[in-house]
């Protein structure tokens, strides 16, 4: 299985089997580092090697980050939160994502030449930041802690999240293949519906499940490099046919609510922290360059052609489908066979996507359990976890088998943390020693408290939402088979 080399005590895997064909899980969970010398003595220079990232395979890997399945739902961000509310806030949003990254850099940057270690991720920053506050410097290991735990939470809700969007997409695929035509011009009847329903959705995600325990037996993701690559490059294709689609496809006048409901603006901020959930690889990409130095540019250039994707392609998708609009844009796309194929490759790529976020939580669970065999067992305990963190995740999403309610659900409870909530903490603990402004002080709390805002009432309104969607399916069952 991949290496579990790694320490007991969750600091991460080791990496020496991937030294030779890096990959994408080298960037979420860099390998541990020995003390060397400070920032400042090496001039952001990486110690003992003699190549890196350039600052464009740092950008595209902060992309492929930050664009996923999340995208997909903006539209229907947009719609619950309003045509102009929607675009407004996602870019409010995305400037306080790319602060809240600024900052964690910052601090890391600062705590790391403080303990004379090259390189801090993100657990060991909110650990050595609490050290710096004398009441809270007992329990800073519990700040490490915590944030592999909202880690786990949010690559384990990836997971669910992808088993929904597959089995949504490929029942709509099946469903209306046998009218399935070469005409994708857009008009009302051409929209895919379910024309042959078959089994239920969550009958689909059982059929993904031996598929994705293969998957997550891969020995290293340097094997899967390749399919990674080419996953890749089909998302990017689908993406660009999609975005066309809607671009190509606005009706005017443009009749839709410019404010959304408070209710649904809840759902909107889950779906949108979800989507900008990329604060996760920011540090391990950082250290990952040739020249860090330079990750400030790639980071303000990438995080800004991000949120103009997000906002362009929300707005859009919402103008294009308006009130019909669905959990993801692509189940609106029209049932001809371009698109039907766009679907089919980004399912593809998500796919392949899945052995990538599920790398994270696994690395940090499974160690201290087979530290705790030896032989054979190793590998017997290593496939059985892996199994059954797969089964878990499954198991999950048949219970919520409601795509944006999902995304909402896991964006408010674990990215919220992740993305707005600890760096402006980290920030306070940090430079507590050393004086902090009052600005700063006000400006922190402020993010802080929409974090935590946002967290509670999406929270709140994505539980609501899906016990009342599971209390109407169930009452149009019992329906049904009363008239039966």
Not at 122 to 128: A, D, I
Not at 138 to 163: A, D, E
Not at 339 to 355: D, E, N, P, S
Not at 403 to 411: A, F, K, P
Request: aromatic share 12%.
């Amino acid at each position: 299985m991949i290496s579990n080399n790694a320490d007991h005590h969750g600091e991460g895997p080791n990496y020496s089997d991937l030294a030779q064909c890096p990959s994408e899980a080298d960037l979420l969970c860099p390998p541990p580092v020995p003390p060397g010398p400070s920032r400042s003595q090496r001039h952001y220079e990486r110690i003992g090697e003699q190549t890196g990232t350039s600052s464009v395979q740092t950008l595209i890997h902060l992309l492929k980050g930050n664009i996923g399945t999340g995208l997909l739902g903006l539209p229907l961000a947009v719609k619950n939160a309003g045509l102009v509310l929607g675009p407004v806030s996602l870019l409010c949003m995305g400037i306080i994502a790319l602060h809240c990254m600024m900052v964690l850099v910052r601090c890391s940057h600062h705590l790391s030449e403080k303990v004379n270690k090259p390189f801090l991720n993100y657990g060991e920053s909110v650990q050595h930041g609490m050290d710096n506050v004398l009441f809270l410097r007992r329990y800073s290991p519990w700040g490490k802690w915590i944030v592999n735990l909202f880690l786990i939470i949010t690559q384990l809700g990836f997971c669910c999240v992808y088993f929904v969007f597959l089995s949504d997409n490929i029942k709509q695929v099946v469903e209306a293949s046998n009218a399935t035509t070469s005409d994708c011009r857009m008009n009302p009847s051409n929209q895919t519906q379910l024309l042959v329903p078959s089994f239920d959705s969550r009958l689909y995600m059982l059929c993904f499940l031996p598929g994705f325990i293969l998957l997550v037996f891969t020995p290293n993701l340097k094997f899967l490099a390749p399919l990674s690559l080419l996953a890749n490059l089909l998302m990017t294709c689908s993406l660009v046919l999609i975005y066309y689609y809607c671009f190509t496809n606005i009706t005017y006048p443009i009749d839709l609510p410019k404010v959304g409901r408070a209710k649904d603006y809840a759902l909107f901020f889950g779906t949108a922290i979800f989507s900008f959930e990329g604060i996760g690889v920011v540090l391990p990409l950082e250290n990952k360059m040739q020249k860090p130095s330079g990750f400030t540019r790639v980071l303000y250039l990438g995080m800004g052609s991000i949120t103009f994707l997000y906002i362009s392609l929300g707005t859009m998708g919402y103008i294009c489908f308006g009130e019909h609009i669905a959990a993801s844009v692509t189940l609106n796309l029209p049932n001809c066979w371009l698109y039907q194929i766009v679907k089919l490759l980004y399912c593809f790529g998500i796919f392949i996507t899945f052995a990538l976020q599920f790398y994270v939580p696994a690395e940090i669970l499974i160690p201290p359990l087979v530290a705790r065999v030896s032989g054979y067992w190793e590998i017997v305990v290593d496939l059985l976890t892996r199994t059954a963190l797969v089964i878990f995740t499954c198991i999950l999403a048949i219970l919520i088998p409601e795509l944006d309610l999902v995304i909402s659900l896991v964006g408010s409870v674990s990215s919220s943390f992740l993305a707005l909530i600890f760096p402006p903490l980290l920030e306070l603990a940090t430079f507590h020693s050393e004086g902090v402004s009052p600005w700063v002080v006000v400006k922190n709390t402020v993010i802080s408290l929409v974090g935590l805002i946002g967290f509670v009432t999406g929270t709140y309104i994505a539980i609501v939402e899906i016990i009342g969607r599971s209390r109407h399916q169930q009452n149009q069952v019992f329906t049904s088979f009363l008239l039966q």
